[in-house]
């Protein structure tokens, strides 16, 4: 299903006089308010190929309709989202899952929906069907050389996927660790792991960036073997200048201070990228902003106050994505109501006086500092949001046009009502 | 596969020297030791007939070999463990994983294996293949009372085949809740589970037991609508004298302190059963006793302080089973560490003095209470629970038994590398 | 220090312009906007006598200056709260901190103020110069009758002080419990500590409430003889129709779902009284809304959910009271916030399209659900919240002109820089 | 109070016949047993000054009797202890509550109870009477230079202590953090605190190490500027080769991987010292082993594989010390009930079959790297360390001689019943 720029011009029409007269009064306090558009407009949040599907958990999955057959179809699902709210216009892809076939085909079909690639992502926490070797423990931290050689591989062929779509980042998120104490000795898992990731290190390209991700468990129960931002540090270090830590806000222990681990992560020049989620428990993948956006608005304050200091651009010098699980909501609903968290945390954190903040902070005057902060999370920032929109020609208020157009309806007519992504 | 007697005897008698020397420093210090010994032989463990395959995680599973195709292949395994370690003499059936198409037939077979049918276990967490209505969004909670209706049903469906096989208990696992803010109203959510729930209890046999069982988290992540002790306790104080709650280990916020909750469940008269596994983050599901075996040894402590306080049989009054996920042990394997756990556990709650312990606390002696407990579980039982086995005609290191007597390789042979038991 | 009304009104009158503006766009999308407005002036918090000083940890304390040294000192505080805020027209004592030699005078005082006595405190939690017996060991739950003997009748003394000045009700909290295994018998702690409530209980006047306050640990760090939600239920179904349960918001385990307590407590019509605070990691104590707005906003919206279920008035049929302790702020700027954070939270959650959210949860719509509570939540209420303390002749920005008018310099000036105020 | 050779002889004559009974059969399964009684009399563990008195907590504090009054008294009760278990031969001092006005007599007081000096503790946690400037707002971290260069003086003075007594490490702990989001700019804290360490580095002497401590909350309850093992790692690789990472037990997250950090450090050559307690929800500082014992043996279990692969001496190359608040028992009851929990761990970790460990982790065989832990942590190794106790010449039973001997009664006849030793 293609959604044409007419039928959204026409649907904003309706919308603008009530839009006007909010976003006058939204503007009306802001600053630089074009700046602040035009880095709204600039920024772009990837959508990941498995999330195109609902997702579900051990005990169960309840999938819905209309889900993508194929890689063609993840792209024209996330060109219909990037053209209802013109922020996601890249796409990453994870393999085996999505091995293109045709990857001139796959790139030319992408860019006429206006989507770059983002980082690949390779696969080494399950077993394919017909693979060599299993990762039951492990793949990169494995005991035996042959298993880290298989994995080492596979990361190396999901890079020569990468360069023939145009992406230039690998993300390595290892399932790796133990699940029982004794079961590992963390010292040799974690050279190992050192060892293959260098592996892989080498075969990068030129301007190619490697991400390493940790997490803190799921699905090993005892231990991982990049576990936290200190672990994911070590080896970003040692591996050198393109490999970064990637930050997952689903992946950490109870209470962790996720902003404060941005902060240090870009003051090391190491932060690469950021998966968006949100949970209470654990890695629970829900809708962005559905449980903590206060956090969500503190950590983006903290990844300006710390890209702008090292004069790094918002939209192009991180790696941002989205990475959730769909289990009860329609996958492309989910995906716009997270997009809109997003830019909304975004929008906040664009608002925050730095000055004020940093003349506060400098007076230890606790309470004037929460006044800065809070003054720009407590503004509705919807309205400039939805301008961004406008001017980029999407829709002004994306989930309620969706529904309007009857998409899933529609997808499920052409695609059928019992079909299955791949992913989780 | 089947072990018999005689070579139990035989491999008990290369231990018998060794074990003998053992028993007996074990022994002298123990005042009632055939008393002990009495109540670790009578203590059974039932095996849930889901925990005989390799489980595994959303992300993925791993299958071993020689998995049980079959009810009749499940109730062999449990067979054979409970010839292995003399506990586990009891086998919990889920429907619709375990659906017995002839009953007598099925329990004639357990009997000759020594094994009783414990609590059945319903299933409203999944959808079945041809099941009319979705539990996608609840089952007893749901807001339609036609799929509540349908849940129901299913309940009273397994209370039937279970009184066919000679089982006396329902345990009812709700995974209702929500994942979303808003998306329920807990208050009737509750109202619907309570009037769900109701209906089941009134098609409960005079002698059957009804467990409710309660979970933090997973696989909502946002509510539960029975996600605590106190929630169950509700429930179960609203619907009846056959109602009781179910404690699962790993179903708890972390650091609760779970030992409490079953003193205060005993005072209530309202503890009915007890789902035993380990973790370490959420509900791993990980082997009994691998990561918290002190807090193992509190919780029975309370159970046996609280249930003699009600002068309960330790082996009857309550339905003890393990339930955990085997993802990289044998699962085979897995149980026997497990029901050794337990039995240790037990066997020093056995040994705590308990006269010392009630005058130490009497007098706020902190320091002493601690060494009152400290000194059954530094204890070294292991040798009374071997003796137990002996006594019982089982093997006294059922383990090492196991791996001499290659039963999985066995298994293997019998059934196959690739067969995959129903389960999780 | 005093504010006289004038001052206010000058102040407000330099605001006004800005204020119309904001409030005017506000009100345009608010349906009712005039009965929102009525709500809001009739809300009132009351503020603890315990939260006018600079608080501290076990590691240490570091005073501001002006703190008040005697209970009129506090309640001139509390009358300067209110005057600028219009919303915390009530106090809350703690007996022995605030012990008042004449009461007739005191009741007086306050009255001139505005402010009336909320909930009365009880202090079993330390030991007193020239006190009998220790509560070392606890208090209720103690293993000696003549302890609990003294706790229970210091709390009868407590409800007379509470007579005297025209309060209507008792907040137990009890630190009992214990920080190690063994220490303590579970049951006969509960058992105690029920038998002691029943005789508070019983010397409480016909018109009383009793809140029984649980938290989760500390200051004991292995039980709490009143830990949970549920353990206060059970208490208070015990003690009859006076007993409720109080929540405070920093009293649970990690991950608590504090929204879904509430719902059920209002179910039981058993929730009697709330402690507003925020924290990260355990009983933090900090501003309210400083950490988590969107959960504080989750908890308005079932309170008002399940209030409204049972025709309860927001402003008197729950005991309101921030609990907080300002160890980087000046306290009262502090409750300011807090303040200020509560109108706000409560405002949202008025906006909730109830109506489309009860339509939502009919259908499952997951999705729709979220948007309906997040576009109350997203929507800037501080104009409504400013305009209802302008009817109230407070100030329409209480914090700024807190600040204009110099208002801790005054009381250092007045009262000096080393006082300290009792509490912790 | 003095405890002689010839009495606690005396003493264990009378329990070597049942001792040696124990110690006869435990030693039957040790392999090299003269080598592992060597070890545990060579392992001592530092006892803190401030340990010596009743702790408690912001609610309360209740003391018990006959605490030290002095620096003299502290080191005549560690003196004490260690003569009772032979494995306390260190103390550990504070400044400021401990300043030696006369540094050689301290020290050859301390020599005659056969107790050196362990690392020394500054104090920039709270504000003493007469200081210059607050740490309020933090120390190391404050955004005023004075503020941070009185801090560096305060730890270069504690250094010159240090180096009069013979000590010959500094422990740094900072409370330094924030309480509320925007209170701190991360990035600058860091690099104030990075440069007040560096100032402080270059004044240590030659052979001296510098001890950084973590902690992830309290005193502050948002963000710590020293919160976990990796920024301490940053700290530590920044400073220098004199600069190591200090792990306190009780300083981490919710359910963190102790052992693995303890791995990670030992591989990166950076674990420089431990701090010993037990706890269940935060900084609880109960007694070592009351609450975790097997985390405590699993932590063991890593130490010595990571010291043994790096050749170091377990006795000397790392700083040992037990941290914790003794609120509810006697401190001196308690601190033995700690150091006998240390050597438990130990010894089992002592007996943990090496090559077998590293033999089954090379097959992945999970099941039995269990068994091999569990072989060690299950047997009851007390009779060892008993026995290493007598053969240095201290009590086979040091708590109930303790208590036989009545040391409290006879410490508060000489000291007072009212005493309160410095510390929290």
Redesign the interface.
């Known amino acids: 299903m293609q959604i044409n720029k007419h039928s959204i011009q026409e649907y904003n029409q309706g919308q603008l006089q009530e839009h006007s007269r909010r976003y006058d ?1 939204a503007a009306s306090s802001v600053k630089d308010v074009e700046g602040v558009l035009q880095k709204l407009m600039d920024f772009q949040v990837a959508i990941p190929s498995w999330a195109l599907g609902t ?6 999955r ?1 999938p819905g309709g209309g889900e993508p057959r194929s890689l063609e179809e993840k792209i024209e699902d996330v060109g219909l989202l990037h053209r209802l709210n013109g922020a996601s216009g890249a796409i990453s892809l994870h393999i085996p899952w999505d091995i293109p076939t045709n990857a001139s085909h796959i790139k030319a079909l992408a860019a006429q929906h206006g989507l770059r690639f983002d980082a690949m992502n390779s696969n080494t ?3 394919q069907p017909g693979q060599g070797l ?4 492990g793949s990169m931290q494995h ?1 035996d050389k042959a298993v880290r050689r298989q994995a080492v591989e596979h990361n190396i062929e999901v890079i020569e996927h990468g360069v023939a779509l145009g992406s230039d980042s690998l993300t390595v998120w290892l ?1 790796d660790g ?11 898992a ?2 190992n792991t050192l060892e293959s990731l260098q592996e892989v290190y080498a075969a990068l390209p030129e301007n190619w960036k490697m991400f390493v991700e940790y997490k ?4 090993n ?3 991982m073997t990049v ?5 994911s ?2 080896y970003a270090n040692k591996l050198g200048p393109k490999a970064y830590t990637l930050v997952d806000l689903g992946h950490h ?5 996720i ?2 681990i941005v ?2 992560l ?3 020049g190491k932060l690469g990228g950021f998966h968006f989620n949100d ?4 890695d ?1 993948d ?2 962005v ?7 969500l608005f ?1 950590i983006f ?2 990844l300006l ?2 890209m702008d ?1 090292r004069g790094m651009n918002h939209a192009t010098d991180l790696g941002w994505m989205i990475d959730a699980s769909h ?4 996958p492309l ?2 995906l716009l ?1 997270s997009v809109e968290a997003i830019m ?1 945390a975004y929008a906040q954190a664009l608002l925050v006086d730095r000055k004020a ?2 003349a ?3 007076e ?1 005057d ?2 004037r ?6 003054e720009a ?4 920032v ?1 309205p400039l949001v939805a301008e961004a929109r406008l001017r980029a020609g999407a829709a002004l208020r994306p ?1 309620q046009f969706f529904r309007e157009l009857k998409v899933r309806e529609n997808l499920i007519k052409e695609r059928g009502r019992k079909t299955v992504a791949t992913g ?1």
């Open positions: 009064f997702g579900g958990t051990r005990f169960g309840f926490f399950q077993d299993s990762y039951k423990f005991v399932s133990s699940s029982f104490p004794g079961q590992l000795n963390f010292r040799k974690f050279e803190a468990f799921e699905p129960f005892y231990s576990g936290d931002w200190g672990q540090l070590l222990l109870p209470n962790a201070n902003e404060q902060s240090l870009l003051m090391e949970s209470k428990y654990g629970d829900l809708t902003g559905s449980i903590k956006p206060y956090q503190l304050s903290e106050e710390g200091a289990n009860v909501k329609d609903e989910d109501q909304i903040l940093a506060a902070q400098q230890n606790v309470a500092c929460q006044e800065v902060l809070q999370y407590r503004t509705d919807r989930l989780l």
